[in-house]
């Protein structure tokens, strides 16, 4: 385990990765620091990444309980696709925001993935403006490394004729002649400063304008539609053809909580989000959404329920059901579903270790927990009622760490007295007794050998 004292973290991302694990709460940043065993799900999606820079689309489903670590999947994805040259944006589904609906709950949802929308210069998002900003100073450093003076007469024809030929390969597309309008508007309005078209271009790309009228007069221009809750996902579809376009290698879209689908309680209305997540996933698998990948997050009823989950959708159940010869403990990850696993024992173990170098870090004065602790603490929370559904990642994660702080702010009291006393001989068991492989059966408790920990 002395690997693991090399990990060293800059202080602001290690006090929000804490502050946000101990809560519960997915971190935006330093999501690597703590993955533990979910190497081959990882792969899988970063798998669809090369497929997506390449020019291609791809849709995915995350499934996995609550606390399964489906959302700290998708947001170390989400970090993996920035660093490799991706935008990407993110959204969780809410009664406010689904895939289709009346009375803005569509749209609300595109407002949120473009106020999402990062770049690896911007992480935390909001980086629309600042994305076409650098689009502008890339063309202009390509003119000036031509050998034309910015100062010239003849710069600004030359950059407007650059930046006009990128746009107006976008009118091609649904929606594009509209975009490429605004954008040329955008572009034009810098040139002359002016901030208030600028500003009302910015609104029509993030989707805030009501009503084609309301929009024309902002803009001064006649634009034929407005981003609303019938066209959001066609303008989803654009922007993924503009981040290539931009340099970019494609739009990453990242949509979790999606089980509030599940929840809609009229059926109409959730079958009309079904359809509409049926023509998305239509799209990439079919070839019809270049640079466009697609991460969905839900749990099992969401996916299985015959009654108001996918499968109650008779062409999503045929898409994203199981195979004939799934389960026996196999596992496919090429497949359009990917279900996240129990960690195993020795996960979890290097989990909570990972955890305590981690806590230790940011807190020197804490007092040490031995790896014999660290075990005695999976073994009692094995032992918990309902552990069998209740032991997960994200259960173990609060508990440990709140064991920990409560050892740092009580120096005089030791492991023993928190935990209780462990009955003799039980220490080297761990959660084995309730870990379950893929298929869902239940796994044979495995004595831990801990000196195989490795970082």
């Given at each position: 385990?002395?690997?693991?004292?090399?990990?060293?973290?800059?202080?602001?991302?290690?006090s929000?990765?804490?502050?946000?694990?101990?809560?519960?709460?997915?971190?935006?940043?330093?999501?690597?620091?703590i993955?533990?065993?979910?190497?081959?799900?990882?792969?899988?999606?970063?798998?669809?990444?090369?497929?997506?820079?390449?020019?291609?689309s791809?849709?995915?489903?995350?499934?996995?309980?609550?606390?399964?670590?489906?959302?700290?999947?998708?947001?170390?994805?989400?970090?993996?696709?920035?660093?490799?040259?991706?935008?990407?944006?993110?959204?969780?589904?809410?009664?406010?925001?689904?895939?289709?609906?009346?009375?803005?709950?569509?749209?609300?949802?595109?407002?949120?993935?473009?106020?999402?929308?990062?770049?690896?210069?911007?992480?935390?998002?909001?980086?629309?403006?600042?994305?076409?900003?650098?689009?502008?100073?890339?063309?202009?450093?390509?003119?000036?490394?031509?050998?034309?003076?910015?100062?010239?007469?003849?710069?600004?024809?030359?950059?407007?004729?650059?930046?006009?030929?990128?746009?107006?390969?976008?009118?091609?597309?649904?929606?594009?002649?509209?975009?490429?309008?605004?954008?040329?508007?955008?572009?034009?309005?810098?040139?002359?400063?002016?901030?208030?078209?600028?500003?009302?271009?910015?609104?029509?790309?993030?989707?805030?304008?009501?009503?084609k009228?309301?929009?024309?007069?902002?803009?001064?221009?006649?634009?034929?539609?407005?981003?609303?809750d019938?066209?959001?996902?066609?303008?989803?579809?654009?922007?993924?053809?503009?981040?290539?376009?931009?340099?970019?290698?494609?739009?990453?879209?990242?949509?979790?909580?999606?089980?509030?689908?599940?929840?809609?309680?009229?059926?109409?209305?959730?079958?009309?989000?079904?359809?509409?997540?049926?023509?998305?996933f239509?799209?990439?698998?079919?070839g019809?959404?270049?640079g466009?990948?697609?991460?969905?997050?839900?749990?099992?009823?969401?996916?299985?329920?015959?009654?108001?989950?996918?499968?109650?959708?008779?062409?999503?159940?045929?898409?994203?059901?199981?195979?004939?010869?799934?389960?026996?403990?196999?596992?496919?990850?090429?497949?359009?579903?990917?279900?996240l696993?129990?960690?195993?024992?020795?996960?979890?173990?290097?989990l909570?270790?990972?955890?305590?170098?981690?806590?230790?870090?940011?807190?020197?004065?804490?007092?040490t927990?031995?790896?014999?602790?660290?075990?005695?603490?999976?073994?009692?929370?094995?032992?918990?009622?309902?552990?069998?559904?209740?032991?997960?990642?994200?259960?173990?994660?609060?508990?440990?760490?709140?064991?920990?702080?409560?050892?740092?702010?009580?120096?005089?009291?030791?492991?023993?007295?928190?935990?209780?006393?462990?009955?003799?001989?039980?220490?080297?068991?761990?959660?084995?007794?309730?870990?379950?492989?893929?298929?869902?059966?239940?796994?044979?408790?495995?004595?831990?050998n801990?000196?195989?920990?490795?970082?």
């Amino acid at each position: 385990m002395t690997q693991s004292n090399e990990i060293k973290i800059p202080r602001r991302i290690l006090s929000s990765l804490l502050s946000s694990i101990s809560a519960g709460v997915v971190p935006r940043q330093g999501a690597p620091y703590i993955a533990i065993g979910r190497e081959a799900e990882t792969a899988a999606l970063l798998s669809d990444l090369e497929i997506t820079a390449e020019g291609g689309s791809s849709t995915r489903f995350i499934i996995g309980r609550y606390g399964s670590g489906k959302s700290f999947l998708m947001q170390l994805v989400r970090g993996y696709a920035l660093e490799k040259g991706f935008l990407t944006c993110d959204a969780d589904l809410s009664p406010e925001r689904r895939l289709h609906g009346s009375q803005g709950s569509g749209v609300a949802t595109y407002r949120e993935l473009i106020k999402n929308l990062a770049s690896r210069s911007s992480p935390e998002g909001g980086a629309l403006p600042k994305i076409i900003a650098a689009f502008l100073a890339s063309e202009g450093s390509k003119l000036a490394a031509e050998g034309i003076d910015p100062a010239s007469p003849e710069y600004s024809g030359m950059m407007r004729s650059r930046v006009f030929s990128v746009i107006r390969e976008l009118e091609d597309s649904v929606g594009g002649f509209d975009f490429a309008a605004v954008m040329s508007l955008y572009y034009t309005a810098g040139c002359e400063d002016d901030e208030i078209k600028k500003s009302a271009a910015m609104r029509w790309l993030r989707g805030e304008y009501s009503t084609k009228t309301e929009a024309r007069a902002a803009l001064g221009i006649p634009v034929s539609t407005i981003i609303n809750d019938d066209n959001w996902y066609d303008y989803i579809k654009l922007m993924a053809v503009f981040a290539r376009k931009l340099g970019y290698k494609g739009l990453v879209v990242f949509l979790d909580e999606c089980v509030n689908l599940y929840k809609i309680p009229n059926r109409i209305s959730r079958e009309n989000n079904y359809e509409k997540l049926l023509a998305m996933f239509n799209d990439t698998l079919g070839g019809r959404a270049p640079g466009l990948s697609l991460i969905f997050g839900g749990t099992p009823k969401f996916l299985e329920d015959t009654r108001r989950g996918l499968f109650s959708y008779e062409a999503l159940r045929s898409r994203l059901s199981d195979g004939a010869f799934a389960g026996g403990g196999y596992t496919d990850l090429i497949g359009p579903v990917i279900r996240l696993r129990t960690l195993s024992d020795d996960e979890l173990l290097a989990l909570v270790t990972r955890l305590t170098v981690l806590h230790g870090q940011y807190y020197p004065e804490a007092r040490t927990v031995t790896p014999e602790e660290m075990v005695a603490f999976l073994t009692l929370e094995s032992k918990r009622a309902g552990a069998d559904v209740m032991m997960t990642p994200r259960e173990v994660i609060r508990d440990y760490l709140n064991l920990l702080n409560i050892l740092m702010q009580n120096p005089s009291v030791s492991f023993g007295d928190i935990m209780g006393t462990l009955p003799r001989g039980e220490e080297t068991k761990t959660a084995g007794s309730v870990a379950t492989d893929v298929s869902g059966q239940s796994t044979q408790p495995r004595t831990i050998n801990i000196a195989d920990i490795d970082f």
